[in-house]
């Protein structure tokens, strides 16, 4: 039983959220701190609701790795250790774990477990449509990783898994991956292609077909695909079975989407965009989180004015400073160098007050509002040890 | 013409790749590059290969199709558009004319592109690569796939080399490759933001473009680099001015708060110090033959054609013209 109900969450909060569901996925643009979201929400989940978390990260990128400051953490599961925790000053109640994926090594497991026997099973891993599919293949990785998270789910080994996922639109790719997997596989044309070659110049339906495919990639190249079709047909039952049951798993109750986002207009749109697919599939909107947002004091309107006349005085200032300055160190009375200083400060300022605007004015804009709406501040250093990855969950959580 | 300093030859190619990770303005970089070549009289084509895309929207032209058009004097836009890219495959290279509805076939090709890796990638690259060929324009830039999915893009006419013996889409990969491997041709370059992720991903590209592609990597575009607020005896006089007497006196004289700007100074300074130890890291991990071209962060979060023009003309000064 996970421990995670004690805490002051409920609905409304990061904190609510994640002791109520078993699976998060991460979802939302690239660049956004996406990766890093994941990290410290599991890294909360772990430390103060006591659970047992997985954070797996299906990016091809791997900075799941960097995020955790582990190296080198494969396909296998991976518990950060106590010691990281109590070196960067945390007492964990629960247990945190970590994996990525490799999408070659998971396709490999996964022809081991659904090959009917031994000698198919060496077939396939063999074939080198098959090398390149596990291999290279983007959507395989989308697919794979929709099997993993069922595969992880299923063996009840976590109270909570934490999924990070590719930019917004691969991770369409990636909610569409099993859907798209079981209707590869129960297609007319797949039976096409594993007809035998001598019938196909006769079947008026496919003859044209057969021509100009023999013609553009050459009849070895059509054999190699027929070949691994037909290896892979004896597996149709068990992918195709799969493939919906992982389907039903994004949908279910237990499964919440959290999409992250900057305020930058650009990004925005793709989050928004994907949390609209999200709400039209039935999926489960929990929260937005609003990432990298400069800090309130970069709209006051009054230190605009103030701003401004800095800007404009700064050399009659200057002069005016120079004496409370020299105070602290007698080599620092050059007014033209303070008044190089105060126009720097004043236009500084100015500058990111138009960022800081327009962020607001972004997210006064957002089409959809869900229950958990987070917004986390601009960090002046990068969060990629626990400690940091603890000050971000603590902005996320309550 | 009378140019003193070596130029990038970087618009001496004829096409241009642009990647980068997700969010560091990759877009941005290439329609401002097909932007400034056409401001320099060049006939520029820039090719979106991501459908759901908006290249257009940086020059606030109409959405584009695969067809190109011309959207600015001198730069034409298209988007990649697989069937129709079919289409025009099979008309141009095999010389089997489709008529009519090309849906059955392409949903064909579609199966044999999911099985076998490179064929669609092919058709993706082709297009392209086909239009340098035939010499349509100066410049073709293809706003390419995000870092982790570019070497599969350059590298399938490899690929398909290797996993096609014979057959006629075999005998087109030939040329395909000499075209992206004449490094004098053919160039891809990174854009990224000086930032930790961003960083990792690059070094981790250059290694992998070396390793895995026969393309060149022509440049690394650092993009977003904040400002320098103060030189070293300014950041003296500034650490002076935030103690507690003499930023009580700039309130008192200034005739406010003034906490709030010192604190975004110091946010500012801060922010680029950070960054500049990714430089570092950036400028270690990348081959030193591979210019580093750097693009200052603008202080609108705006997009569109403006915002376009700034950062061609910045290119434009980072590329020695």
Same mark, same amino acid.
């Given at each position: ?12 909060? @990061?904190?609510?959220?994640?002791? &109520? ?54 396909? /296998? ?10 070196? =960067? ?10 994996? @990525? ?13 659904? =090959?009917?026997?031994?000698? &198919? ?40 898994? $934490? $999924? ?17 997997? #079981? ?14 070659? *001598? ?5 008026? #339906? ?12 050459? &009849? ?39 999409? $992250?986002?900057?305020?930058?207009? $650009? ?7 994907? #949390? ?49 300055? &020299? ?12 008044? *190089? ?18 962020? @607001? ?19 002046? /250093? ?17 | ?31 401002? %590059? ?84 490179? !064929? ?11 239009? !340098? ?34 057959? %006629? ?7 395909? +490759? ?38 060149? %990597? ?42 709030? %700007? ?16 990714? +430089? ?42």
């Amino acid at each position: 039983m996970p421990g995670g109900r004690d805490g002051p969450g409920g609905s409304g909060s @990061m904190d609510g959220l994640l002791a &109520t569901k078993e699976i998060v996925v991460a979802c939302g643009p690239g660049g956004v701190g996406k990766t890093t979201t994941a990290a410290a929400a599991a890294v909360m989940a772990a430390v103060r609701h006591g659970s047992k978390v997985l954070v797996l990260t299906v990016d091809p990128a791997r900075r799941l790795a960097d995020a955790l400051g582990l190296d080198g953490i494969g396909n /296998t599961e991976h518990r950060v250790p106590d010691e990281a925790f109590r070196a =960067a000053g945390i007492k964990p109640r629960g247990q945190l774990w970590a994996a @990525m994926l490799d999408t070659k090594e998971s396709w490999d497991a996964l022809i081991r477990r659904q =090959a009917p026997d031994a000698q &198919t099973r060496d077939e396939i891993l063999a074939n080198p449509l098959y090398q390149n599919i596990a291999g290279r293949f983007v959507q395989s990785h989308d697919y794979i990783a929709m099997e993993r998270l069922y595969e992880i789910h299923a063996d009840g080994d976590y109270d909570l898994i $934490v $999924v990070d996922t590719p930019p917004t639109r691969n991770a369409l790719d990636f909610l569409d991956a099993p859907q798209r997997m #079981a209707d590869f596989f129960s297609s007319r044309l797949l039976r096409w292609l594993i007809v035998p070659y *001598r019938s196909r110049l006769v079947n008026v #339906a496919t003859r044209p077909f057969y021509q100009i495919a023999d013609r553009i990639l050459g &009849t070895e190249f059509l054999a190699d695909i027929s070949e691994f079709f037909i290896l892979f047909q004896s597996m149709y039952d068990g992918f195709v079975d799969r493939s919906e049951s992982v389907g039903r798993l994004l949908s279910d109750r237990r499964t919440t989407f959290v999409v $992250v986002s900057t305020l930058e207009a $650009v990004p925005l749109r793709e989050a928004e965009f994907f #949390a609209e697919q999200l709400t039209s599939r039935h999926l489960h909107l929990g929260a937005i989180v609003l990432n990298k947002v400069l800090p309130s004091y970069l709209r006051g309107s009054e230190s605009t004015a103030l701003a401004q006349s800095i800007k404009d005085g700064a050399s009659a200032l200057a002069a005016e400073l120079s004496p409370a300055l &020299t105070a602290v160190d007698p080599s620092l009375g050059d007014t033209d160098q303070i008044a *190089r200083v105060l126009g720097e400060v004043a236009d500084s300022y100015l500058n990111f007050q138009v960022v800081a605007l327009r962020e @607001m004015e972004e997210r006064s804009l957002l089409s959809v509002i869900p229950d958990v709406l987070v917004t986390v501040p601009f960090f002046d /250093t990068d969060l990629y040890d626990l400690r940091g990855l603890m000050r971000l969950g603590e902005q996320i959580w309550d | 013409m009378g140019w003193a300093g070596p130029m990038n030859p970087l618009l001496d190619l004829r096409l241009v790749f642009v990647t980068g990770k997700g969010g560091v303005g990759k877009t941005t970089v290439a329609s401002a %590059l097909a932007l400034f070549a056409s401001q320099r009289g060049k006939k520029v084509l820039i090719c979106e290969v991501d459908a759901r895309g908006d290249v257009a929207g940086f020059y606030e032209a109409p959405p584009t199709g695969f067809v190109e058009k011309e959207i600015l004097p001198n730069l034409f836009a298209m988007t990649m558009d697989t069937e129709a890219s079919l289409r025009e495959y099979l008309k141009l290279h095999l010389r089997i004319p489709v008529v009519g509805r090309i849906g059955p076939l392409a949903k064909a090709f579609d199966f044999v592109a999911t099985a076998a890796p490179g !064929v669609r990638e092919i058709l993706t690259v082709g297009k392209p690569v086909y239009e !340098v060929r035939e010499r349509h324009y100066d410049l073709v830039v293809v706003d390419a796939p995000a870092s982790g999915h570019v070497i599969g893009l350059l590298a399938a006419p490899q690929a398909i080399n290797n996993l096609v013996k014979v057959g %006629l889409i075999r005998s087109q990969t030939d040329w395909l +490759l000499e075209i992206l491997s004449d490094h004098r041709t053919t160039g891809l370059v990174a854009v990224c933001t000086p930032e930790e992720m961003p960083v990792n991903e690059t070094v981790e590209l250059a290694a992998r473009v070396k390793d895995e592609t026969t393309v060149q %990597l022509s440049a690394v575009v650092v993009n977003r680099v904040l400002p320098e607020l103060f030189g070293r005896q300014e950041e003296r006089v500034f650490d002076a001015l935030v103690a507690p007497e003499p930023s009580a006196k700039l309130d008192e004289l200034a005739g406010g708060d003034a906490g709030p %700007l010192l604190d975004a100074a110091r946010l500012a300074v801060t922010m680029r110090r950070t960054r500049s130890t990714h +430089l570092d890291r950036l400028r270690q991990g990348i081959d030193g033959s591979v210019p580093l071209l750097y693009l200052p962060y603008l202080f609108t979060r705006s997009h569109g054609l403006r915002t376009t023009r700034q950062v061609a003309a910045s290119l434009g000064e980072e590329l020695g013209y």
